[in-house]
C-alpha cells in the first residue's frame, strides 16, 4: 500500500473585548429568528431550523474553521452549544432586527443577517419544468460567452418543507441522481459547497445545471448522516453520457510527487472540488498486519561447508525457515488540501507487545498527490463514479456493499491477478478513501531436502498483507491554518547536528554522532516538500549510516520545520493538543517561556519533541527517545548556523 497526515485548529473563541449591549433588552424576531447565515468579523453562524423539533442546527464559523452546532430558544435567547473535537462548548444568541449578538466565555461578537441579492435580468434561471426539477438550458444559451456546449441537470425535482429546507420529491427514473441512490425525503444542504439555505428554487435549479458529463458535488442530509454525493450532469429526461471504459490493471501511481491514478477515467476538472470532509488537519488511521508463510519448514543454502552438494560441485546446508508476522498501524494526516495540490505525513507504527496493545513510531514519509488523488490513499469520488464494472482473466472492477466497523459502504472494488498472486483495493464511493487493501504474493521456489537424501524444489514464501480502515478524524492542533512563512525557499538546506546516546553504554562508550538536513526541494503556498537526510557515525573508523526519506512540510502536521509565532505565543506550557484514541499517544506543549516553544508528542514507548524559535518559527530542536527493552535510545540535535 503506497505510503501516505495532521491538524486542526483549536477550541474555544476567545478574543478581545465584549461589545457592550444588553442582549435581553430587545425582543425576539417572531417566527424562526436564528434561521439564515450571520456574519461579522471572523464569524459566521449558519443555521437552519427544525419545526417539528423547534431546535435549530448549523455550523458556527471562526477565523475559517468550522464547528457544528445546535441549540433552542429560551426566552428569546438562543441557547446551544458547538462541538470542537468532540467537546461542546457553550454560547449563547439574540437577534435585533438583523442583528445577532453571540456570547460565548464572556467575550461577545456582532454578527449582521447575511441578505439574499436580488436577481437582475442577467442572472434569472432558465425555463423550468412545472415539477419544479433541474431542466437543461438550450445549447445557444451557455452563459459563459463561449462555444456553444449542452447543457444538463440532475434529475431531481425539489420541494420546500416548512422549516424552509429544500428536500427532494421526485428523482427522475435512470436519470444522474437515480444511478448515486439519492432518494426523496433527503434534503439538500449545499451543491458544489455552497449552502443553499435561503435560495429561491430557481438559484438552486440554477446551481444544479451545467454542462453535460460534468461533475457536481450535492451535500445531501438523511436522518443518519450528511453525505457529499457527486452526480454526473446527464440531459433532459437521461443520463449522464457513458464514462469511458476502465482499462487494465494499472494501479495508482505510488512514487513520490506523483498523483494517484484510477484507470483511464476522466482527470477531475479544475471546478469539482474537494468532499467536505476532505481538508488540512484531517487524520486517516489504518490497521496493517502481513504474514510471510514459507512452501517449506527447511531449505538449501549455498554453504562452502556444507554436507549438500550439487551437480556442479557446489555445498549446500540446511537452513530452518519459520513464518513471520507484524501488525500495526499506518496513519496519513493530511499536512495540506488545496488547489495547489495534497501533501499528507505518513507514520508507521508497530506492536512492540503480543498482546497487540502498545505501538511504537519506526519510521515516517511524505507524499503529494492532486485532485485526482493521492497515492492508494484517495481517488477522487468523481474519478471513482466514472470507472464501469469489467471482468477479464487478469483484472476486475464490481461495484458492491462492503460491511466494515459496523456500517456498511457503497464501494468499488479493483482486483489484479498475476501468476504469483493478486491485489485487491476496495474504495468508499462516497468519500473515496481506500477502505480495504489486501494482497497475496508467492516468491521464488526454495530447495528442501528429503528424507532419502535427496532435494527437491518447494513453493515460495507466500507473503500476505491486509489493510482496512479504522478511522478519521480532525486533529485538534491551533496551527493549521497557516500558510508557508516567508523565508522558506526552494533550494534552502536547515542542518541539525547532535549526538545519539544507548543508556546501556553511559559511562563506557561515548555518545555517537547524528546529523540530519532538510533540503527544501519546492514551495508552495500552502505545503513544501523536502528531502531529510540522517547520518550516524559510531566512531567505529566505517563509513556513518546514512538514510534518506520524501517529506512534506505543512501546516496539517506535528514536527514541521516551521510554527505560526503568533500561535507558539498563545500556547501555553502543559496544554493537551491532541490524543490519539487509536495509538494513545498525546500532543501537547511541553514548555513556552515566550523565546521559545516545545511541542511534544509522547507514545507508550517512544517520543519526540520539538522546538522553535518565536522570532520567526523556525525549528531550531529536536529530541526524540525510545525504549527498546532494557535500553533508552536518545537522539538530540541543534540548527547549525
Known sequence: MTRTLTLLLTALISCGAAVAQNPLAHPATPGAPYAGQFTGDRIALDLDFDAAAARYAGTLTFEGQDYACSGEVRDGELRGNFDVGGQPYAFAATRSGDTVTLTSDGNSYTLTKKATPPQTPTDRAPATSRS????????????????????????????????????????????????????????????????????????????????????????????????????????????????????????????FGAPARAPDTPAVPASVGFPAWMKTGMRITYYSGSASIPGATTSLEEDENGNWMDGQGRHYSPQQLATTAGAGYVQYDLAHVGDDGLAAHMSNFVFADAQLATTVLTHSQGFVGDRNGIGDLWIHPARLAAMQEQQTPTFRVRRLRYPLGGREYDAITTQTKAHNGYWRTTYDLDTGLLLVMSSSSVGRGTFTPNPDGTASEAAGVNTIVNVHLVAVRELNLPWAGAGMPSWLRAGQVLRYRGSCRNSLGEGVVAPWAFESQIAVQRVGPGFATAKLTTSLDYGTGAAPQTDTSDRVLGAGMVGGVHLDPAVGHRLQSGQVLDQDPVTKRRTGVVGQDGNYVTIGEEGPLDGTRWTYDLRNGLLVGVAAQQRQGAATITTQVQLTK
Open 132 to 255: 419544479g426539477a433541474d431542466t437543461p438550458t438550450p445549447p445557444h444559451s451557455d452563459p459563459s460567452g463561449g462555444d456553444s456546449q449542452a447543457q444538463g441537470g440532475v434529475g431531481i425535482a425539489f420541494r420546500q418543507n416548512e422549516a424552509g429546507d429544500w428536500v427532494v420529491e421526485q428523482v427522475a427514473p435512470g436519470g444522474p441522481a437515480a444511478k448515486q441512490n439519492i432518494r426523496p425525503g433527503t434534503i439538500l444542504r449545499a451543491v458544489d459547497g455552497k449552502s443553499v439555505a435561503n435560495l429561491t428554487r430557481d438559484q438552486v435549479r440554477a446551481l444544479c445545471i451545467g454542462s453535460i458529463g460534468s461533475v457536481v458535488t450535492l451535500s445531501m442530509e438523511t436522518d443518519t448522516e450528511v453525505l457529499d454525493v457527486l452526480v454526473q450532469r446527464g440531459g433532459l429526461g437521461g443520463a449522464p453520457p457513458a464514462p469511458r471504459a476502465a482499462g487494465g490493471p494499472d494501479r495508482p501511481n505510488v512514487d
